[in-house]
């Protein structure tokens, strides 16, 4: 659309006919997020709140339809960057986030770790490392006051508050992990998110089938990082009744990952009574299937 009938059509935001805004506002939901300039010029300089409140709707539709076309785009691609999705994801609440300020948060905290680590260490070691900075001296913990807020969800919000839900938290320590070169996979255990420990070399098929890898331990996230065996895990299952057991024992790849945190985040929405928001999020959610 050339700069002349887009400013005539954002001109028409004020007309108190609702035939006429109807009208203008389908032919501006039509652009892409370019178009949100002008429209923050026009609600800068209007003294019509039912102007600015039209605006306002029509920004937050192109930032959700810009949002719901990188996840596309995301899906598309062969690597799902973990980082970069649960970014996608930031950026429906938070649509100007500024993503340097998010990779040097994640830098700072993987360099104080990784100072600390040496290729002497076993795994084992390497994540107890881990375990104690994450948790102790940066000390990134679990909201268990407010854990249905959807906020706990963000990774932004996670870095700022040092405080989240158990997936969010999961999803921290599996980027920070993968940063020191630990091979991490989710595990989709009932309540509680669990990360897994792999075998190095089958760590490497983060594309391929992973189901019977070789687990070498399971880490809790929503424990300070507890470590724990298959032997303890298997138990618990079977003493809840939770079948088949590998569907959480064995680790998922960051495609569910991702779908997983989606749906953690709608039904934060839903237990906060935000129904426009929660159907938002079940559209990005229904990209994955």
């Not at 003294?47 to 192109?62: A, G, H, K, V």
Request: proline content about 4%.
């Amino acid at each position: 659309m050339n700069k002349r009938k887009l400013q005539a059509l954002i001109n028409l935001l004020d007309d108190p006919n609702l035939f006429v805004f109807e009208t203008v506002e389908k032919e501006l939901l039509k652009e892409n997020h370019d178009i949100i300039p002008a429209l923050e010029e026009k609600w800068e300089s209007s003294f019509d709140e039912r102007c600015q409140e039209r605006i306002e709707t029509l920004i937050q539709d192109l930032q959700f339809k810009q949002t719901k076309k990188l996840i596309g785009d995301w899906l598309k691609t062969k690597e799902h960057n973990l980082l970069e999705g649960v970014l996608l994801i930031d950026r429906f609440q938070y649509p100007d986030l500024n993503q340097l300020k998010i990779n040097h948060k994640i830098g700072s905290i993987k360099n104080s770790i990784w100072i600390e680590l040496n290729n002497s260490f076993t795994i084992l070691e390497k994540t107890t490392i881990l375990n104690y900075f994450l948790f102790n001296v940066h000390g990134f913990s679990i909201n268990f006051q407010n854990i249905h807020s959807p906020q706990n969800c963000f990774l932004n919000q996670v870095l700022e508050t040092k405080k989240g839900n158990p997936l969010s938290i999961s999803i921290l320590y599996i980027i920070i992990s993968r940063l020191l070169g630990l091979p991490t996979q989710f595990i989709d255990f009932p309540r509680n998110p669990l990360i897994a420990i792999v075998d190095p070399e089958l760590a490497r098929q983060v594309h391929g089938d992973i189901r019977n890898s070789n687990v070498l331990f399971y880490i809790n996230p929503s424990n300070k990082g507890a470590i724990t065996s298959r032997k303890e895990i298997e138990y618990h299952l079977n003493k809840n009744n939770y079948t088949p057991l590998e569907e959480y024992t064995e680790p998922k790849d960051d495609f569910h990952l991702i779908q997983s945190h989606l749906g953690f985040l709608m039904k934060a929405y839903q237990s906060v009574g935000f129904s426009e928001k929660e159907e938002k999020i079940k559209s990005l959610y229904n990209l994955f299937n």
